[in-house]
């Protein structure tokens, strides 16, 4: 053993300690965090206390957040079979739409999306431009033209009317193609290499290397349609094929508003979607990190 690995001796990294300043900056980061996370909290746990309160204790003044008394009379009115508000059909409705309109975007706006990323042809950055322009123009400029289109087609007072023209958005296409822009062109050349045609490289490469970008489309397209109040309420008119917003807006009279029963209604809304975040969280962060590499 040499002199010098004999006189040797561990001696630790010192440890840097924080200044003043910097745990000053700590805990303003933190204050300031846990302060918008009661701005956004804040709307939902008053819902969820007004459903349990009565009609009376909704509306007295001042206001309380602990419902006096607690009660669930607002989710017995709500799903009782004999009232005139069939939440539950009004519920499953809004699941069937949603769910197709989901479908149908993801099929068209991925096969769009992949042609003007991939695919050359005359006039597709004109084509592209287009399709981004529209989504600069107010979605109510569209009302009367989709409700005439949907009428010559008869598809008014039907599903139809809600779930095809949903597909014609120019966000998905603009999304999705992004993404495949960031995908290397290595992995389809060698698709093409080993025989594969122009759809096997689309639907067996491209598609499921896109899994994050198509979950990410799929819950903003849900969510858009779940939530959509507008629309629904122009194109169906029999109480038992409206959407779930549009069936709640019901509960509103000329003359009383049963606040409970809304918020009750509303907290039935927010379930799918809150389940939705928690289980596609991940996908929507990384697809919204890739799509952005390549412009």
Known sequence: MTAAAATYRYRPAPVRRRTGWGMVRRVLFWLTIAALTAVFLAPLLWMLATSFKTNEDATRLPLSWIPRPLTTQAYRQLFDPASHTPVLQWFGNSLAVAVGTTLLVLVVDSMAAY??????FAGRSAVFAVVVGTIFVPAFVFLVPNFLIVSRLGWLDSWWALIVPAAAGAFGVFFLRQFFLSLPRELEE??????????????????PNARPALATLAVLTFLTSWNDFLWPIYVLFSPGMLTLPAGLSTLQGESTTKYPVIMAGAVVACVPVLLLFVLA??????SVVRSGIKG
Do not use: C, M, P
């Open 190 to 207: 060698s698709a093409r290499i080993d025989g594969a045609n122009q759809w096997q490289t689309f639907t067996r490469i491209v598609l």
């Open 281 to 286: 969280q991940r996908y929507v962060v990384e």
């Open 115 to 120: 042609a003007l990323a991939r695919l050359h």
